[in-house]
């Protein structure tokens, strides 16, 4: 696959931001009264939902500063909520007055974040919620239809189906044409209509001729680059490219009723899961309606950068480093330098096993490239017998040198 920087691409930013942000509540799903997977989520009217529409004006909005933060912490990519599921885009579109546009902030965010990223590096994506719970033709959600069930929805007419399609494509179509390269489109929402509704070959077809390196994620059925576990990392790695998306607390959009906030810790424990098994980690942030990042996630995105700063080289453009039996941890590599992931405490020392014994030229701590005392051993006959016999490696490792996130020794293999 060409697209090979997302196979390595380890961090990215998601952004889940939209009007009613304004309002504190997590995005869009309060609309429809909730959902079980979001346990902090409101039920709000519809109509006071979408009321913040007409007056969004984050004067705090400051994509350059969120692009230096995602720099900070070494994300090679950052993907923003351009429309959700309320159906408010945060770009200028002809399709609709439902846009920034007709607000008093008026400018396209969507153009203003691409610009700063991209100035930073990091590739660009967009999220698009394909369901549209405001647009007439969906047709929009109403009152009356709480409680939302998956199984009983509002479905259009066919006529209706058809003016929806066509807007939706053309919206994807102004995304796609009017801001330079987009690396990812993020679909989302498609579970409300049948893959035949969605016309997901054709979709597919237009974004590929749009843009031909794009990578699509797996929530346009049938047509994803990669697969998108949503708040877990899979227990075994899946086959293919993937990408686990986090929250920092348990909400998507800025929602001041969810103090429930993972450690900066757990957070870069994840991290090192994640590089460990090959995938990408794309940790969410929620902007409040100015356009600040909250404190709290503020607080551990420096954490994770802090940390990073010491240690990125044992996550960014790695691969998988050893089976789960060779060391308890996740691992990771880089040519002959393996990376080893202390999610625990050691006591004394810690065994790799399976390894080339005879090869391990050194062993050092990452964070300061102190070096580390070891001892080997293998079969007793291998160690006579075969000049490059596979063995277990136990390595000292004093306290004095535990990182209070994660500890990253490296062993040098010659
Ligand atoms: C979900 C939710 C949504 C969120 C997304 C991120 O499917 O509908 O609110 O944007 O997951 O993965």
């Known amino acids: 696959m060409m697209n090979n920087w997302f196979n390595t691409a380890r961090l990215g930013m998601f952004v889940h931001w939209g009007h009613s942000s304004q309002q504190e509540c997590e995005l869009s799903w309060p609309l429809v009264g909730g959902v079980f997977s979001l346990p902090f989520c ?5 109509e006071k939902y979408h009321s913040t529409a007409d007056n969004f004006n984050p004067q705090q909005y400051n994509p350059q500063e969120w692009a230096y933060l995602a720099k900070s912490l070494g994300m090679k990519y950052a993907i923003l909520t351009a429309k959700h599921h309320d159906g408010f ?4 579109t002809q399709e609709s007055d439902f846009s920034i546009a007709s607000t008093p902030y008026k400018k396209d965010i969507v153009r203003e974040f691409i610009d700063a990223m991209r100035s930073e590096g990091l590739r660009i994506g ?17 009152e009356a239809d709480k409680p939302y069930r998956f199984d009983k929805l509002p479905q259009p007419t066919p006529q209706q189906w058809e003016r929806y399609l066509q807007f939706l494509c053309n919206q994807i179509r102004e995304l796609l044409s009017n801001y330079g390269q987009i690396d990812i489109i993020w679909f989302d929402g498609s579970w409300e209509r049948t893959l035949e509704q969605w016309q997901v070959q054709e ?9 031909p ?18 708040q877990f990392i899979p227990s075994h790695p ?7 998306c986090l929250t920092i607390n348990e909400s998507w959009g800025y929602n001041s009723d969810d103090h429930c906030f993972k450690s900066s810790r757990q957070l870069i424990h994840t991290l090192c899961e994640v590089a460990g098994k090959g995938g990408n980690l794309l940790l969410n942030v929620s902007p409040m309606g100015n356009g600040q990042i909250p404190p709290e996630q503020l607080e551990r995105l420096k954490d994770i950068a802090d940390w990073m700063s010491q240690h990125s080289e044992s996550i960014l453009d790695t691969m998988p480093g050893l089976e789960p039996w060779q060391f308890y941890g996740p691992s990771t590599r880089k040519g002959n330098r393996l990376y080893l992931h202390l999610l625990m405490q050691p006591y004394e020392t810690i065994s790799v096993r399976g390894i080339p014994i005879k090869q391990v030229k050194s062993v050092s ?11 080997s051993r293998c079969a007793i ?4 017998l075969n000049p490059n016999p596979l063995g277990e490696l136990t390595i000292d490792v004093p306290e004095s040198l535990i990182n209070p996130y994660v500890t990253v020794i490296y062993i040098d293999i010659e």
């Open 42 to 46: 409101q039920d709000i009217p519809v």
């Open 89 to 92: 885009a945060l770009f200028h």
């Open 126 to 142: 967009l999220y698009f919620s394909l369901s549209d719970w405001h647009h007439p033709d969906y047709p929009a959600f109403t």
């Open 203 to 211: 979709l597919a077809k237009i974004i590929r001729e749009l843009q």
């Open 213 to 230: 390196n794009i990578l699509i994620n797996d929530r346009l059925p049938n047509c994803g680059d990669f697969a998108t576990p949503e």
């Open 238 to 244: 899946p086959a293919h490219l993937w990408e686990t």
């Open 365 to 375: 701590v990452l964070a300061d490239g102190t070096p580390l005392n070891f001892t």
């Open 381 to 384: 006959m291998d160690s006579l």
